[in-house]
């Protein structure tokens, strides 16, 4: 192992532990941080990271819009994996605690006509980016209309 491959591995379990740190502390921006840090490891396929982060968080107790982001971002990760039914299940349970929570209305019908649903908001911590930005969402990732 060089020498440089070290001081990364040491000061990616080091930004581990500040983070499980400020969890445990409760400390202001520990949930941004921790989101942020989960958010780059999938990002950079660092899945095993991702799946250390997760784990470290999915055990607190959260209200549960925030636990309805951790299992959204389960489910990030779970697709990322290649397991599909897993991730199924981790974005319904994600949709079911977001109705619970109030910050996600239970279909289509209670939007007036012409109105356009609000967009994804970072549940957990403010200013870290979009959630759903993880999964890929966005104009440029919509499949193409069927030809007629």
């Not at 921006?29 to 396929?45: P, S």
């Not at 982001?69 to 977001?98: F, I, N, P």
Request: hydrophobic fraction near 40%; proline fraction near 4%.
């Amino acid at each position: 192992m060089s020498q440089q491959t070290h001081n990364h591995d040491h000061e990616a379990d080091y930004e581990i532990e500040m983070i499980a740190t400020g969890l445990s502390a409760q400390a202001p921006g520990a949930l941004a941080r921790w989101q942020a840090t989960f958010l780059a490891a999938c990002d950079g396929w660092q899945l095993d990271r991702a799946a250390i982060l997760l784990r470290m968080l999915k055990g607190r107790s959260l209200d549960e819009n925030a636990q309805g982001v951790v299992r959204y971002l389960e489910g990030t990760l779970l697709v990322k994996r290649g397991d599909w039914a897993g991730a199924t299940a981790a974005y319904q349970r994600s949709l079911a605690l977001h109705r619970a929570a109030g910050s996600v209305r239970a279909g289509r019908g209670a939007q007036r006509p012409g109105q356009r649903a609000a967009p994804a908001r970072p549940a957990i911590g403010g200013g870290c980016r979009s959630v759903s930005r993880s999964a890929g969402a966005g104009r440029g990732n919509r499949a193409p209309a069927p030809a007629s």
